[in-house]
């Protein structure tokens, strides 16, 4: 088993891949990317997804929607740090024709990306729509839907919560990022959402909350119960809600909290600190950036 020395190393280099792509394009999300190194670290570097780097198609995978598409940034970078993606087209992120857009795009990553998005309020319906077909083409495989706290000001949100609540998806599992920011505030300034796990356990969810940046509780909370196995989560046949609670921009205490952070660049001098302020992680190496490219900001 991964322990979780290396599990935060690789969060902490999620964290600076995502700060460097984000800065060398000049535009896009850094803060919500950081503050979800660990669950990304977690899930596929943690042995809870089903998956195979090798056969990103592979039809009893996992599925993955990324409901708030603008976090996208260390997810590509998880997916090149476990196989999915070569390392240097990280420094492609948000250029124009590259594979990795600032909002995922399915028809640039077909087998991986399952649904484009960015459009809040939309992935958990589409969650809905491939467990339904999981479940009737009887296969085991579970459906991961992640979103932001603020996009649970979305309608469409309590709308596919209802329907998985209803039809009793135990195969879906929805991980909530719960920072209390959204794009120009506190989410509890401005329609607060709490008590996000009470509200989903009526509506026939089991829900619990996790520290979303302490890697064994993560792992504990999403992993199977060792003595039951794959049996133990869907035994009560509902869906499973998971609020994690973390911070915006973790890891560089200037920025945490912060809801300027939910759609500013760093500038090259902001990143170089923020790198040194993270420190290196254990076992792992920047990805190279090619000179010339972009706008040329570094690092
Ligand atoms: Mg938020």
Redesign the pocket.
């Known amino acids: 088993m991964t322990s979780a020395v290396e599990l935060q190393s690789l969060a902490t280099q999620l964290r600076r891949d995502a700060i460097r792509m984000v800065t060398h394009a000049g535009s896009g999300h850094v803060g ?1 990317a950081m503050g979800a190194a660990e669950l990304f670290a977690v899930l596929y570097g943690g042995g809870i997804l089903r998956h195979r780097p090798s056969e990103p198609d592979w039809s009893e995978r996992d599925r993955v929607v990324l409901s708030n598409g603008h976090i996208c940034a260390s997810w590509y970078a998880v997916l090149a740090r476990t196989g999915y993606l070569p390392l240097e087209e990280l420094e492609t992120h948000r250029r124009f024709g590259s594979r990795l857009q600032g909002h995922p795009a399915r028809a640039k990553l077909p087998g991986l990306v399952e649904t484009s998005s960015g459009p809040l309020g939309q992935g958990p319906s589409v969650a809905n729509g491939l467990a339904m077909a999981l479940r009737m083409n009887g296969s085991d495989a579970r459906v991961y839907c992640i979103l ?4 649970l000001a979305e309608g469409q949100v309590w709308e596919a919560a209802m329907t998985a609540g209803h039809h009793r998806l135990g195969n879906t599992v929805y991980l909530i ?6 794009i120009d505030g506190r ?1 509890s300034d401005v329609k607060t959402q709490e008590p996000i796990d009470r509200r989903f356990a009526s509506f026939g969810w089991e829900a619990q909350r996790v520290h979303g940046h302490d890697v064994d509780a993560l792992r504990a909370a999403l992993g199977d119960d060792p003595d039951e196995g794959d049996a133990s989560r869907e035994a009560t046949g509902k869906p499973q809600c998971f609020v994690l609670e973390v911070e ?1 921009a973790r890891g560089v205490v200037a920025w945490e909290g912060l809801a300027k952070w939910h759609g500013t660049k760093p500038s090259p001098k902001e990143a170089a600190a923020a790198l040194e302020e993270i420190g290196e992680a254990l076992g792992y190496e920047d990805f190279p950036i090619v000179a010339g490219n972009n706008n040329g900001a570094r690092p």
């Open positions: 919500g932001g706290d603020g996009e990022l719960a920072n209390d920011v959204q989410v915006m």
